[in-house]
């Protein structure tokens, strides 16, 4: 008997027979589609927390930052000095999107994960591009009027056989990563009110954490952990402290409720001492005078039992923050060796111009050195930043200083190759006017600075926006530089085979000298600017390396005198991921 005799012999009434056979019309091609994508998937080994743990000598990309560490470092060395010169593009896509693909490519086994603007989730097979499925998370009812600085998304973090996605209407979504099904979601805050989240969540023992962003919209900032196996909240660790906790007192009565304090940067791990660190963004309102205080946590990089959210210690980069300076840069487990004492380290570029190394044990700082032109940070006493008063923007009080809330650097992460102990660093050239302007009083959803601000030129440097940069890690001394006359805004990638790899604005993907900063491989020229993350990993004997080029972000929209360079608004649109292998 058939499946429609059995119908018509079950059922007497011809519309539910109708509705019966329309939904198995429907179901049928789901199901196949499903069927067909496992059968032709490349093998997806589980992800476990043995994995997690070894990830630096893992063969693919299995976090935002590669491992724990966030070192942007791979071990693989099939790609040399010697050879990288013949590296061609294996296979692209391209993307329906044309604001920023900031997105870093995770790849398990042969299997590679992608992310878009606006969150959706491209799965491919690694090394050929074939397409196995596509997610598009459902933002119709967001307006995304709270998100700042471009509708991106990081990446996401892989666990078990499930891939973590966190969204800008600010849901965690965990998909099976062999056919895209949604498994759980969870939204952790509403959208348009100030709150969104952007960032590549991280998975420790079996949570998925993530942070919430919203400095621009006195949204309070948190760090939140989810059980990945349903999504149940486990803890959520607000950044800015209410009155009872410690630090509350260094607000004004009320004003941990807008603080900001936004967390939308991945944070990193480290197993040893079994701690979590976390980047902390800038207070709310930006203009200081209306916030007495030094604003803990905000600016700052917090130390957090992975298991509670507890605070163990923090370290304070721009006390009493009006300049929009962060402290959100991701933080690089490296040990170090200075004025010849060796030390577990953290280290990191800030937004506000210095470069740090901080005792990771500890939180207790070992030096601090300017990477880039910085005078409202002004320097260091009894191991706590100094800030120059003179330079503090007020209501009919403008300033002209350095760097500009762009930063010296901003999100685009550094990488540290412990071959040369140098840390790469993509850096702005730019300054700032900025001045304290009447606001109105907080309202949700709505803009929280009460401070006006035009993008100039660094005097220093009048002929580049941006360079990359090499540094010493145990002298935090500059050791060699590569200048631009565009804004470099792309993290950076170091390899065991003595390269350091980056892509430039006008659409090149470089790949330099670790220990020379000499150019030894530039791609032929790609669609648009890129500000992708760039990730390298093997399939059998070959080394590939992945990057989106997609120009957007904060620059063109916030980038005042540069985003005005003719250059620079002359940069192309449209996401377009590359591939490269020999």
């Not at 995770?106 to 603007?117: A, C, Q, S």
């Not at 919203?214 to 909240?233: I, K, P």
């Not at 740090?356 to 070992?366: M, S």
Request: charged content about 15%; overall charge neutral; aromatic content about 10%.
């Amino acid at each position: 008997m058939t499946i429609l005799q059995r119908l018509l012999s079950r059922h007497k009434s011809a519309r539910r027979i109708g509705l019966m056979l329309g939904a198995a019309v429907l179901a049928l091609p789901a199901a196949r589609v499903i069927a067909e994508t496992q059968a032709n998937a490349p093998a997806y080994p589980p992800v476990t927390d043995a994995r997690l743990a070894a990830a630096a000598s893992d063969p693919g990309w299995l976090m935002y930052r590669h491992d724990y560490s966030s070192d942007g470092y791979s071990e693989l060395a099939r790609l040399t000095t010697a050879n990288v010169a013949s590296l061609k593009p294996v296979w692209d896509f391209k993307s329906s999107f044309e604001q920023g693909h900031e997105s870093a490519p995770m790849i398990n086994g042969d299997t590679m994960f992608v992310t878009t603007p606006k969150d959706e989730v491209h799965a491919f097979q690694a090394s050929t591009g074939k397409p196995l499925w596509t997610y598009k998370h459902d933002l119709s009812g967001a307006g995304l009027k709270t998100v700042c600085c471009d509708v991106v998304n990081r990446g996401v973090a892989l666990y078990g056989d499930r891939v973590y996605l966190a969204t800008l209407d600010n849901y965690v979504v965990a998909l099976s990563a062999r056919t895209g099904a949604v498994a759980w979601k969870k939204q952790l805050a509403p959208a348009d009110m100030g709150a969104a989240m952007t960032l590549a969540p991280l998975v420790v023992k079996g949570r998925v954490i993530v942070g919430l962003s919203g400095g621009e919209y006195g949204a309070r900032g948190s760090v939140v952990a989810l059980d990945a196996a349903n999504g149940t909240q486990l803890w959520q660790r607000y950044t800015v402290p209410s009155p009872t906790e410690a630090g509350g007192n260094t607000w004004p009565k009320g004003a941990y409720k807008t603080g900001g304090g936004g967390a939308w940067l991945t944070g990193t791990y480290d197993p040893e001492s079994d701690t979590l660190f976390w980047g902390v963004g800038n207070p709310g309102p930006w203009l200081a005078t209306l916030r007495p205080g030094t604003n803990l946590y905000t600016d700052s990089v917090i130390a957090m039992n992975p298991a509670s959210g507890a605070i163990k210690w923090h370290y304070q980069y721009t006390p009493h923050d009006t300049w929009d300076y962060d402290g959100t840069n991701e933080t690089v487990m490296t040990d170090i060796t200075y004025n010849g004492v060796s030390q577990k380290a953290l280290v990191s570029a800030s937004r506000n111009g210095w470069f740090y190394a901080i005792n990771r044990d500890t939180g207790k700082l070992i030096y601090a050195q300017k990477f880039t032109t910085a005078t409202s940070v002004s320097g260091v006493k009894d191991g706590q930043m100094v800030t120059d008063d003179s330079l503090r923007p007020a209501v009919g009080k403008q300033v002209f200083t350095c760097p500009s809330f762009l930063g010296g650097k901003n999100w685009w992460p550094i990488a540290v190759d412990p071959q040369t102990h140098m840390a790469y660093v993509p850096t702005m050239h730019t300054c700032m006017t900025i001045k304290g302007v009447v606001g109105g009083a907080y309202k949700a959803g709505l803009p929280f600075l009460d401070e006006s601000f035009v993008v100039k030129r660094d005097p220093a440097f009048p002929n580049e926006w941006g360079s990359v940069q090499a540094i010493d890690l145990n002298t935090g001394k500059q050791a060699w530089r590569f200048g631009s006359k565009l804004p470099w805004n792309d993290g950076m990638l170091a390899t065991a085979g003595g390269l350091v790899f980056s892509g430039s604005a006008d659409g090149y993907l470089y790949a330099f000298d670790a220990k020379t900063g000499a150019v030894k491989w530039k791609s032929p020229q790609m669609s648009s600017g890129v500000i992708g993350v760039p990730s390298t990993w093997k399939v059998g004997d070959k080394q590939y390396v992945g990057v989106w080029a997609g120009w957007g972000g904060a620059t063109p929209i916030w980038g005042g005198d540069m985003a005005k360079d003719p250059a620079v608004s002359a940069i192309p649109l449209g996401g377009h991921l590359y591939v490269f292998g020999l």
